[in-house]
């Protein structure tokens, strides 16, 4: 079928990317689903650093490729082998599907899907599919969804069903943002009553960890990060405080917990220095390859500190997200003020460059928009 879709064409064009344009909007050819797979038009994708880090370069992917990675939308058609998705029916993308059959899927969480990993990083749906073309030649799915277009052929692993009162920018946040920041505040920190917890870089994914950290109501909540604009949204989202970086380390501000969400070794360094002894430093930015940060493992021994790693959040989508579905439908997790706008598929080029200057929380392309 004919789609409209978001191409990524080179990776590490200069800025600005409005005048750059890296990515180009135009008509693609969708293949149909296999045995495993199926068919959605999506509603609503945001865009996530984990689409611009393809995009300058710190995350190498084969290209062209349909980006995207954080979407929704509604089944069209299943293949043959899928059973529990009628046509209709609202679906979370999330962006590593579990083969439930691998090592890493034995983990709960903690270990990413082997096979979805390798798929993942060669650009093809969980079982090798490439169902992308464009005036004959292929092109590379993005993480298991390529949410940047109209419609999406994605591997039934990569879904997750949420019932229709869920909106479906909400919806969209709920698989990557919420996914990774809630996830890894629930399955990677696990706090326990009377724990501070202080959240390093306020982007999506940042205040999704705050907003959880909030909801669980365990002790104070502290958020951290050099955007005015985005320290006055935590304080009324209902953060106990907001400091800058600067300020954390001047004032020697403490936590028994930090996350960092910002993927940048100096927000790593400043959530390690700001963990309190016995606490946990729970990392979830994503940083360059080439990145490294400066610890004392001295203080790790003698502090008996705890470094964490969680990979979108240590979650098991088909689990968690219903959960946070649930807390958004009781009021406790209100997605909604994370949206710092809403976009046509024809703004992308320009909303990468918002996303890189650090003024967007998360921006959603809304498909009725265009």
Known sequence: MRITGAVLEEIGRSRPYARSRPISVGEL?????????????????????????VVDGNRVRPVPMLLGHEAAGRVVAAGDAVRD????????????PRCED???????????????????SAGTLLHGSRLLSRDGEQLFHHLGVSG?????????????????DVPPAVAAVLGCAVLTGGGALLNAVQPEEGDSIMVVGLGGVGMAALLAAIAEGK?????????PQKLELARELGASAAYTPAEVAEQGITATHVMECAGHPRAFETAFEATRPG????????PDPAARASISPLRITGEARTIIGSYLGSSVPARDIPRFAEWWRA????????????????????????LAD???VRQVILFDAD
């Not at 002790?219 to 955007?227: E, T």
């Not at 606490?279 to 994503?286: I, K, N």
Request: hydrophobic fraction near 40%; charge should be negative.
């Open 358 to 360: 650090g003024r967007a």
């Open 102 to 120: 691998c090592e890493g899927c034995a983990t709960g969480g903690r270990l990413p899907c082997i096979p979805g990993t390798a798929a993942n």
């Open 331 to 354: 009021g406790r997790l209100p997605v909604d003020r994370l949206i710092s706008r809403t976009i046509s598929l024809h703004e992308i080029n320009e909303a990468m460059d918002e």
């Open 148 to 164: 940047f277009a109209t419609h999406a052929v994605v591997d039934r692993a990569s879904l997750v069903p949420v019932d229709g």
């Open 279 to 286: 606490g946990r430093t729970v990392t979830v930015g994503l």
């Open 29 to 53: 050819e969708l293949g149909e689903p296999g045995p495993t797979e199926v068919l959605v038009r999506i509603e609503a994708a945001g865009l996530c650093h984990s689409d611009l880090s």
């Open 219 to 227: 002790g104070d909540v502290i958020a951290v990060d050099n955007v």
């Open 85 to 96: 998705l009628e046509p209709g029916r609202r679906v979370v993308m999330a962006f590593l």
